[in-house]
């Protein structure tokens, strides 16, 4: 118990929940949410309300039922579950105050940023004088300020009184809510004295003062299902002094309708909040008091519902005065409020002076990949599908551990997380072993080399992310390498802002962990030798600008004679380091291996272009439909490695470059394949 208890005082449930997408949940992923809220002691209004965010899937009642069931277990479901869901979609705490990380957690700073230092010069409350206080000016620009004409407003004079601890405790009646404001306005302004503002409102006690409701109601009661229109918050503290909770107040720049003395050890800020509905009213007001509570004011949350009482301007409490400090203050509503406040509590950085660090400037990240990339920053390798690009990554990755050359450039030693997206284990496995064989190289550090098989498992890669960073956070890896992209792109990959959302994942990858993020892609369809080498990825061109360094394999026409391997040039383009001249390499496979007798430097790709012309012009018909046929045989062959027999669309599209259209008419004319509704599948060719 002490530990659920320790887990609530830790993080936040509203933030927890407001982190985590239902639509994004598995069946029982969200029936795991609603056994750790009630294994909690949460209510199941607040389960309800969190599932009708996935309004697809939410059917009325549901939750009840299954609330209903939830019996408790033996090993029961408790809030790290639900932890866990907010950390797998980005949720990252800040505690405040002291506290015992998790194995995973990310050390940062958690402080909050202020959105200022609050004035306390300026935050001198001065009760106003008996002899100039207007009680019932206070009270009717309360009111006017808060209430239309026609508007219903409840308030409470009347108590029940009980002797507790030998003195008398106060507990408001349900009140009066038969008046409206322009009935109470009107009677108000010839209220002259405090006993004509008793004959009006009722005969309260002194010792309590009186209440009133600062949201409109609509006749039928009290309750928070009687308020008309949710307008407003009530802000309340009462562990500062009164003059630190004004500093915060105007600090914050909330936008309060009306602020109200208590007559006791708290000011009453009404709020204007603004809401359309009670769940965006429950929303904003969460919101809130998160933000009050983060710069200082440590608000009482037992007043978020829209119903509640707060003082009432214009009467006297034991003795002092319930007074109307000031009205409409901070900024003038709630999206303006939230606007500003987004502006100045940002997590970016604050410019700087050139000057400041023109004599000290801080020292570059030190190079991962000799002359092509620093560690830290992001590196692409593009090619066609033919290049070897995995095999290329995996010599990388050796290179990285054991640090030796790659390509002919020195890569620095440490180590390194190869993320692997297409290949079965065993496969990935004995690659990896196969290259150091061909390599010749000594397997002294392997310890430096963690494999992330994903085949079958893969996730978009705003879903990875946080995954790849909660476990490679105190891994301390040089390089992170991802292979291949296709298979955690998150929406148009032809979509220039679709595709840079995608790459700033990149970008959080290397902040967190602070290293480098290394992904291939493929060539977009058609020939490639005439385009610069950042213009070959297939996609949106965020692709060649996205990267520090991104490296292009192209073929060339082997010599005469040449068998078994391919001949390649790598071609770069680079934001930290001079462009190198391009490198010849041939695949040998599993691996490639420098051009060390210079036969490849004058072949250009050029010459590929014209044979490619020229086959194509004698090519008959029927050799086009072959090729097709060859084509459609060897790309289902590469996407179908689970022998499924069915392959979805977008795969093939993306493996053979093709449009959606062509990819059908290949597969039409193709009596070994036929179209389904989740792609193409493979059928038995007739006898």
């Known amino acids: 118990m002490s530990e659920m208890r320790d887990m609530q005082t830790k993080y936040d449930i509203n933030e927890l929940l407001a982190a985590i997408d239902p639509a994004r949940l598995s069946y029982q992923e969200w029936l795991n949410v609603g056994m750790a809220l009630k294994d909690a002691g949460e209510p199941l209004e607040l389960w309800e309300d969190w599932s009708r965010r996935d309004a697809p899937r939410y059917h009325s009642g549901e939750c009840a039922a299954k609330w209903r069931s939830f019996q408790g277990s033996s090993v029961p479901v408790t809030l790290g579950t639900v932890v866990q869901y907010a950390k797998e979609q980005g949720y990252r705490a800040a505690f405040a105050g002291d506290c015992e990380l998790e194995w995973d957690a990310v050390i940062r700073d958690i402080e909050p940023k202020r959105a200022s230092a609050p004035d306390m010069a300026a935050a001198i409350l001065r009760e106003p004088a008996d002899e100039v206080w207007k009680p019932a000016v206070d009270l009717r620009r309360y009111i006017e300020t808060l209430f239309d004409n026609d508007e219903q407003v409840g308030y409470v004079t009347h108590f029940r ?18 008046r409206t404001a322009g009935q109470l306005i009107q009677k108000l302004a010839s209220c002259k004295s405090d006993e004509d503002l008793r004959q009006l409102l009722g005969d309260y006690p002194a010792a309590a003062g009186a209440y009133i409701r600062f949201n409109p ?7 928070d299902s009687n308020v008309a229109d949710f307008r407003f918050a009530l802000v309340e503290s009462d562990e500062q002094s009164v003059e630190q909770q004004y500093a915060i107040i105007r600090q914050l720049e909330l936008p309060v309708a009306c602020l109200v003395h208590s007559g006791g050890k708290s000011l009453h800020a009404i709020v204007r909040v603004e809401a359309a509905s009670r769940e965006q009213y429950r929303e904003r007001v969460r919101y809130l008091y998160q933000i009050c509570q983060k710069h200082g004011l440590a608000v009482d949350k037992q007043n978020s519902n829209p ?9 006297w409490r034991a003795g002092r005065k319930q007074w109307l400090v000031a009205t409409n203050i901070g900024k003038g509503s709630w999206q303006e409020w939230q606007k500003w406040l987004e502006s100045v509590t940002d997590d970016l950085p604050e410019p700087e002076s050139l000057s400041a660090v023109w004599d000290n400037l801080p020292e570059l990240a030190a190079p991962l990949i000799e002359g092509v990339l620093r560690q830290g920053h992001k590196m692409l390798l593009a090619g066609p599908s033919k290049a070897g690009k995995s095999f290329a990554l995996i010599e990388l990755c050796c290179a990285i551990a054991e640090g030796r050359s790659w390509l002919g450039w020195q890569c620095a030693q440490g180590r390194v997380l190869y993320v692997n997206l297409e290949l079965d284990r065993a496969s990935c496995l004995h690659r990896f072993k196969d290259v150091y064989m061909r390599l010749g190289w000594p397997a002294a550090s392997l310890h430096n080399i963690d494999i992330w098989n ?6 978009p890669m705003d879903q990875l992310a946080p995954k790849l960073i909660r476990r490679a956070a105190q891994k301390n890896y040089l390089a992170v390498i991802i292979d291949p992209i296709y298979k955690v792109i998150t929406g148009d990959e032809n979509s220039a802002d679709q595709m840079a959302n995608f790459c700033n994942q990149f970008d959080k990858v290397c902040n967190e962990l602070g290293c480098a993020v290394i992904y291939c892609h493929h060539h977009s369809k058609g020939y490639q030798g005439s385009k610069r080498s950042m213009d070959r990825a297939s996609g949106s061109g965020v692709f060649a600008r996205d990267p520090d360094a991104l490296l292009d394999l192209i073929e060339l026409s082997a010599p005469p004679g040449q068998t078994g391997a391919t001949a390649w040039r790598v071609e770069g383009t680079l934001r930290e380091f001079p462009k190198f001249a391009p490198v010849n390499i041939w695949f040998d496979y599993p691996v490639h291996l420098l051009d060390a007798t210079g036969c490849l430097q004058d072949v250009q790709p050029e010459a590929e272009l014209a044979g490619w012309q020229k086959s194509k012009q004698a090519a008959q018909p029927k050799d086009r439909q072959k090729e097709r046929r060859e084509a459609l045989e060897k790309a289902f062959a590469a996407c179908d490695m689970e022998n499924t027999g069915c392959v979805p669309l977008v795969q093939l599209i993306t493996y053979l470059g093709k449009s959606k259209n062509t990819i059908r008419d290949y597969v039409d004319e193709h009596p070994g394949f036929e179209r389904c509704k989740d792609g193409v599948k493979r059928v038995k060719k007739a006898d």
């Open 217 to 223: 109601l609509d006749g039928g009661g009290v309750k």
């Open 307 to 315: 119903a509640r009482l707060s003082r009432l301007p214009g009467v």
């Open 454 to 459: 994903l085949r079958g498992n893969a996730v």
């Open 161 to 178: 009184v009980e002797e507790r601890d030998g003195g008398n405790v106060f507990s408001p009646s349900r009140g009066v809510w038969d």
